[in-house]
Structures are given as structure tokens and as C-alpha cells.
């Protein structure tokens, strides 16, 4: 079954610090972990009543590992999936994407497209071949990146580094 420690490095391998893009639709980032998601899921760490930037420059690699198992790994129920190269791309596109990196998981699989990973989806995962399965999620990813930039081309100053991510995924039997 997969690790999330496997993944961990891969995560902080592309994801820096403190960044403010004017084009991220993210807004405030560091570690890859948005304002708005830290908001969601994060807590007061300067203690001064609210939770906002001055509170996002301030988590810990620690901390963003807990917000990528609680709210990432664990809505993938990535410890039931068995191959890891498979829960690495599908934990990453969540992270990245949100829901699409379900929804867009379970037309592939041509299963009931909920958006919530459950039995029939992590089944699904598990009954497919691997192999086959990874590069059809990997070139999905890439058609959504695609679709993303013909739509927003204020985007593309992302693509490339978008792109470089994705390939960077390999199938592994392991």
C-alpha cells in the first residue's frame, strides 16, 4: 500500500516558499498551501485572533505535511491505494486542482463521478492495470492544464512549470 512518506519529497520538491504571483488565482502561497486553503484547515499561529498572511508565512514543513495528510492523502484514501506511483499523481492533482482531481479521476474510470473517493473509486484504482492507469491520468492532466490556459491565458505564465511537474511523475511497480 502506498506511503505517504514517499510522496512528501516530491511535494516540497516543487513547492518553494513564500510566493504572490498577481496571476495565481491561489493569491498568497508558501509551500504550496493557499491563503484560502490555510483559512480552511489551518489555525491562528501568531495567536493575534485571525487567520491570514501573516499567519501562512509562518508554517512549518511540518505543518504542511499534516494539511497534505489530513486534507489530501487521507480524501484519496491514498493508504488503501496499492500502488504508489498511483497515489502520488492522484494526491498531487487534488493538491493542485481540488476536485477535478477526483471528478476528473472517476470519468476515467468511468465510475459514478461524485467527487468523493470511496469504496467503488479506491476499488476501481486498485482492479485497473497500473500502468495503464497512470498514463491516463498523467496525459489527463496534461489536457487539463491545457484546457486551463486556453481558458485563462493569463495562465499560461504557469504552464511550463505546471507541465515540468506532471513529467516528473514516473511509474514505478514498487
Given at each position: 500500500?502506498?506511503?505517504?512518506?514517499?510522496?512528501?519529497?516530491?511535494?516540497?520538491?516543487?513547492?518553494?516558499?513564500?510566493?504572490?504571483?498577481?496571476?495565481?488565482?491561489?493569491?498568497k502561497t508558501?509551500?504550496?498551501v493557499?491563503l484560502?486553503?490555510?483559512?480552511a484547515?489551518?489555525?491562528?499561529?501568531?495567536?493575534?485572533?485571525?487567520?491570514?498572511?501573516?499567519?501562512?508565512?509562518?508554517?512549518?514543513?511540518?505543518?504542511?505535511?499534516?494539511?497534505?495528510?489530513?486534507?489530501?492523502?487521507?480524501?484519496?484514501?491514498?493508504?488503501?491505494?496499492?500502488?504508489?506511483?498511483?497515489?502520488?499523481?492522484l494526491?498531487?492533482?487534488v493538491?493542485?486542482?481540488?476536485?477535478?482531481?477526483i471528478?476528473?479521476?472517476?470519468?476515467?474510470?468511468?465510475?459514478?463521478?461524485?467527487g468523493?473517493?470511496g469504496?467503488?473509486?479506491?476499488?476501481?484504482?486498485n482492479?485497473?492495470?497500473?500502468?495503464?492507469?497512470?498514463?491516463?491520468?498523467?496525459?489527463?492532466?496534461?489536457r487539463?492544464?491545457?484546457?486551463?490556459?486556453?481558458?485563462?491565458?493569463?495562465?499560461?505564465?504557469?504552464?511550463?512549470?505546471?507541465?515540468?511537474?506532471?513529467?516528473?511523475?514516473?511509474?514505478?511497480?514498487?
Amino acid at each position: 500500500m502506498a506511503k505517504i512518506e514517499t510522496l512528501v519529497p516530491f511535494i516540497f520538491g516543487w513547492e518553494g516558499g513564500w510566493a504572490d504571483h498577481k496571476n495565481d488565482r491561489g493569491g498568497k502561497t508558501n509551500m504550496g498551501v493557499t491563503l484560502a486553503t490555510w483559512k480552511a484547515c489551518g489555525y491562528d499561529k501568531d495567536g493575534d485572533g485571525d487567520i491570514d498572511a501573516d499567519d501562512l508565512k509562518q508554517i512549518t514543513r511540518e505543518d504542511v505535511v499534516n494539511l497534505l495528510r489530513k486534507h489530501y492523502w487521507d480524501r484519496w484514501k491514498a493508504d488503501q491505494i496499492r500502488s504508489q506511483s498511483l497515489a502520488n499523481i492522484l494526491v498531487d492533482w487534488v493538491w493542485a486542482s481540488g476536485r477535478p482531481g477526483i471528478t476528473r479521476v472517476q470519468q476515467l474510470l468511468q465510475i459514478n463521478v461524485d467527487g468523493i473517493v470511496g469504496p467503488q473509486t479506491v476499488a476501481s484504482i486498485n482492479l485497473a492495470n497500473q500502468r495503464q492507469l497512470f498514463e491516463a491520468i498523467k496525459a489527463d492532466r496534461i489536457r487539463f492544464i491545457e484546457e486551463i490556459c486556453k481558458r485563462s491565458p493569463s495562465q499560461l505564465v504557469f504552464r511550463k512549470g505546471w507541465l515540468n511537474r506532471i513529467n516528473d511523475f514516473k511509474f514505478s511497480v514498487r
